[in-house]
Structure formats: structure tokens, C-alpha cells
């Protein structure tokens, strides 16, 4: 039984690395293509920039959410481990509807765009 639990502590530390990889690669490589595209002139704006960063740290939040659970299943449950993770949970589940509204221009539940205004 130990042996399981050390192996699942092991594909949580790895999925935790897929999810920061995946933040910082995903960030420098849209970072790149940006820096490239406006020395070129080819006309990626910074609102584009924004869009693909925010994109990409989406992913890797919600992989590190799925990492979290999978660390507090494996070990044995305690109260105060149960709610290290919900509190974890909750903050990068704010971030993440924070982003995804910033992303949209509109709350979910909203039908259409809110227009920013050019002021």
C-alpha cells in the first residue's frame, strides 16, 4: 500500500510539472512569437498577445488544480490537508473565471460582449 501511495505522489509531483511546464513554456514561446511578429511588422497586436497568454495560463491552472487533488487523495485525508486544498482550489478557481472573463469581455452568464470603452 505505501508503494502505491508513493507512486501516486509521484504522477501528482509529474502532473504538477506538466502544469508549470506548460505556464512557462506556453508563455515564453507566445512571448517569442510577439517579439518576432512586431520586429516583422506581421501584425500580431498586444491584444492578441494577451489572449494566448491568458489562454495558456488557463491550462496550466486547471492541470495544477487536477494535481492538488490528486496529492491530498493520496495521502491520508486530514482536516486541515482537506482544507489547504479547498482553499487552493478556490483561489486558482478565481483566477481562473477572473481570466476567463478578461479573456471574454463578458461573465458567463452574460449573452453579449461588454465594449470596452476608448477613453
Do not use: C
Not at 512586431?38 to 488557463?58: A, C, E, M, N
Amino acid at each position: 500500500m505505501e508503494q502505491l501511495e508513493e507512486y501516486i505522489e509521484y504522477v501528482a509531483k509529474i502532473i504538477e510539472s506538466v502544469g508549470v511546464l506548460i505556464i512557462a513554456g506556453g508563455s515564453i514561446f507566445f512571448l517569442v512569437k510577439y517579439f518576432l511578429s512586431v520586429f516583422s511588422l506581421s501584425g500580431i497586436t498586444y491584444t492578441q498577445l494577451r489572449h494566448d497568454l491568458g489562454k495558456v495560463i488557463l491550462l496550466g491552472l486547471e492541470i495544477l488544480v487536477a494535481a492538488d487533488i490528486i496529492a491530498t487523495v493520496s495521502t491520508t485525508p486530514t482536516m486541515s490537508s482537506v482544507l489547504v486544498l479547498g482553499v487552493i482550489v478556490l483561489i486558482r478557481t478565481f483566477l481562473s473565471f477572473s481570466i476567463q472573463v478578461e479573456l471574454d469581455g463578458k461573465f458567463p452568464w452574460q449573452q453579449k460582449k461588454i465594449q470596452k470603452d476608448n477613453n
